[in-house]
């Protein structure tokens, strides 16, 4: 009877207002675990360090000790995760407290393409750690590099989690990053 007088359901029209805030709502929540994931990638490897003292010659009846040190600055890779995960971080926490004045189109597609470096920085910096990371775990026998992860366990478990939050954070934007595309498919050159 309502829609012959030209009227709405009333359920019809609260579901799909709901609706439409959970689908403005989700880049938000996906920019907001993504900061998370970036952040807790860069503070774990950022902090992650282990000293280890081992006995390295006994002379006589003494032995003589010396103190190791496993810390991220030693490794190239680990520093370009960091710093990755960082720019990535930061750029995301930005976007979300300014997007307000990311109102417009033109806005929106800078956006998105920076929102395509940031995915890149995460999971090139995610992958290089990585790499490095199963270099430490398991070494190398023909370069008769030893694995350290037997020695500084505690080193190698840190950066496993951090490893984990980067690769989370990378797989957060490129959802991201697939959403905004779409989005920006329905709104302006995608039309059929």
């Known amino acids: 009877m309502a829609v012959e007088h030209g009227k709405k ?8 207002q709901i609706k439409a805030k959970l689908v403005s709502l989700l880049p938000v929540l996906l920019r907001v675990a993504a900061v998370i994931a970036t952040v807790v990638a860069t503070v774990v490897m950022g902090l992650n360090k282990q000293t280890k003292t081992t006995a390295v010659a006994i002379v006589g009846t003494t032995p003589l000790y010396q103190t190791f040190t496993a810390k991220f600055q030693q490794t190239p890779a680990f520093v370009y995760f960091v710093i ?7 750029y995301n926490l930005l976007v979300l407290l300014l997007r307000n004045l990311f109102k417009g189109k033109g806005h929106n597609l800078y956006v998105q393409l920076f ?3 940031a995915m890149a920085l995460v ?8 790499s490095i990371a199963e270099l430490g775990r398991n070494g190398n026998l023909h370069a008769r590099w030893n694995p350290i992860c037997d020695k500084f366990d505690s080193f190698c478990s ?13 797989l957060l934007l ?17 039309q059929e």
């Open 9 to 16: 359901p009333e359920i019809g029209s609260k579901y799909l």
């Open 115 to 117: 929102d395509m470096v």
């Open 174 to 190: 490129l959802i991201l990053n697939m959403l905004s595309v779409v989005t920006l498919c329905k709104s302006v050159a995608c």
């Open 123 to 130: 999971a090139t910096g995610a992958a290089a750690a990585a």
């Open 158 to 170: 840190h950066g496993g989690m951090a490893l984990v939050a980067s690769f989370l954070g990378s």
């Open 84 to 90: 990755a995960n960082a720019i990535a971080s930061f």
